[in-house]
């Protein structure tokens, strides 16, 4: 206790006394470790993005601009170059240089790494001097800077002082350095972490960028209860949530000192099935048969889900249906026949559920995450009894999600609930590492139902290498489209994001539902 009033009073100090401003702010989960390249998980990588940066930013529309490079060029189709912005310093004084960006890339690219995919995506870096590096790619990529932009940077220096020259195992809980301890470059320092409890973090005074907003300290504290959260931020003890229930949204927008920010989520909400197994690992079939194996189940499973029945009812309209397995429209160009749904037909799924041999359905446990996404055990209730018109028995196996990332990691599943998105508007986000065939270095990583089909997996990769955007569009629209009449995935919807906050505080909504504290301003 005694160190905590110390570090707080040191805080004040440095924020200018009584013109600090502190950010009191709640999410359902907490954040799963401070390694920068361990957990490629949304709420994860937000936490730490306020500490660690990359090579490039997002602004406010999610368009790239500079960051600890002031500049680039593209030197030929497979040769990048980055100047590094001088004088930049990572928080504890280490001078930030080339040999860091070299050495970050390579540990992302690691296998210990969540997103050694996009590592491996963007070459291999080399310093050319101090402040220069070169990307050198051994085939075209054509989103070259969005791979780029996944990638935080770290002190080399900083790593190997600490034994962390690689991301920690997080699926097999292996602790390291960097599990409660960062050193970066951003907007704002690491005080304190308590998994579970709070997370202190105080504004850099010598950050490189400037600070349009005026938060000068932040607590975050995980607040799981959603009432309980409410009520905080209702009764002032905290300034802002992330994740408000929806049906608590339209209450919020009646009351009076709170205000609710909102907008569209780039996530997919979707079911992924275990289709390798001869048997599943949690269920229990007649005949002891993978019946996820069987397209006619995996259709009959689709249409039997009321997504509209869903959307009114469980999502309070924060929920926009579709059947693209893209995390927006634009991934699929907007593609009318992508973005249809087959029909909700009971009668159609039952016949196809006969004709495949199980009118008398079978048991399934379906893993959930408790405090991912919007509603994740309540969507997971409703699917069960929607299946339960099958004579699908589904037992509802919902967890924290610090448990059931690593679980599906590790492929322990039979049935899961599954999310995808972020700042990326390209089909080549999520058909690269979640739905192409488990392969080396990053590919099919996220492929947890272990799907495996070689035609949509032929036209992904050779979308991933195409510099002609029209024949790279065409074959992004066939891979999606092998990928979805397969029905390897069962799209839900794509989220709505609430943010709840008190009145005077103003923040920037982005699509990819990340709250930068630099832009928070805190009114009297």
């Known amino acids: 206790m005694k160190r905590f009033l110390a570090i707080a009073l040191l805080t004040l100090a440095q924020a200018g006394g009584v013109n600090a401003q502190t950010l009191r702010w709640a999410s359902q989960g907490d954040p799963q470790t401070m390694d920068p390249h361990s957990q490629n998980e949304s709420m994860t990588n937000m936490v730490n993005g306020q500490v ?62 969540q997103i ?38 770290m002190s080399k220096s900083w790593a190997e002082a600490n034994r962390a020259v690689r991301p920690l195992d997080f699926k097999n809980k292996e602790e390291s350095f960097t599990s409660m301890n960062a050193n970066g470059t951003g907007p704002y320092v690491l005080l304190t972490r308590q998994p579970g409890v709070k997370t202190l973090f105080k504004r850099n005074p010598a950050w490189w960028g400037k600070n349009e907003g005026n938060v000068q300290e932040v607590v975050f504290t995980p607040i799981s209860n959603d009432a309980t959260r409410l009520a905080a931020l209702v009764s002032g003890e905290i300034d802002f949530v992330l994740d408000p229930a929806p049906r608590d949204v339209p209450r919020l927008r ?33 005949g002891d048969k993978n019946p996820f194996k069987d397209i006619r189940v995996r259709r009959a499973l689709y249409q039997a889900v009321d997504v509209e029945a869903m959307r009114i009812k469980l999502m309070n309209g924060l929920s926009q249906p579709t059947g693209s397995p893209t995390p927006s429209a634009a991934a699929s160009f907007n593609d009318a026949a992508l973005e249809a749904r087959y029909p909700f037909d009971i009668g159609a799924a039952r016949k196809l559920m006969a004709e495949a041999g199980y009118a008398d359905g079978f048991e399934v446990t379906l893993d959930c995450p408790n405090n991912r996404y919007i509603n994740d055990e309540e969507i997971c209730q409703a699917l069960a009894a ?47 590492p979640v739905f192409r065939n488990r392969g080396d270095k990053g590919v099919g990583a996220y492929n947890y139902g272990h799907v495996r089909n070689d035609k949509f997996d032929a036209l992904a990769a050779q979308s991933s ?41 103003n923040a920037v909504h982005r699509a990819d539902n990340w709250l930068e504290l630099a832009w928070v301003t805190i009114g009297n």
């Open 254 to 286: 009646n009351t009076s000192g709170v205000k609710v920010i909102d907008g569209p989520e780039n996530r997919i909400i979707f079911i992924g099935m275990d289709q390798a197994r001869d048997k599943l690992l949690y269920a229990n079939v007649a």
């Open 116 to 153: 050694s995919v996009y590592a491996n995506a963007v070459g291999t870096p080399r310093k050319i001097d101090e402040l220069t590096v070169e990307f050198q790619l051994a085939s075209y990529n054509p989103i070259f800077l969005q791979h780029l932009d996944l990638l935080w940077i």
């Open 386 to 432: 929607m299946w339960a018109q099958l004579k699908v028995k589904v037992r509802v196996s919902a967890m924290p999600r610090v448990t059931f990332f690593p679980k599906l990691e590790k492929l322990d599943t039979s049935l899961f609930l599954y999310g995808w998105g972020g700042a990326i508007n390209d089909a080549e986000s999520i058909m690269t």
């Open 465 to 505: 290498v195409e510099p002609d955007t029209t024949k790279r569009e065409q074959l992004i629209k066939a891979a999606l489209t092998e990928y979805k009449e397969q029905f390897h995935v069962l799209p839900l919807h794509r989220q709505m994001i609430p943010w709840a906050a008190r009145s005077n505080v």
């Open 52 to 113: 660690y940066e990359r090579l490039t930013r997002r602004d406010r529309k999610l368009g790239i601009v500079p960051g600890l490079a002031t500049e680039w060029t593209q030197v030929s189709p497979l040769l990048w170059r980055f100047k590094l912005r001088p004088g930049v310093k990572f928080h504890d004084g280490r001078p930030f240089t080339a040999d860091d960006v070299v050495f970050s890339v390579q540990r992302a690219a690691a296998p210990t790494s």
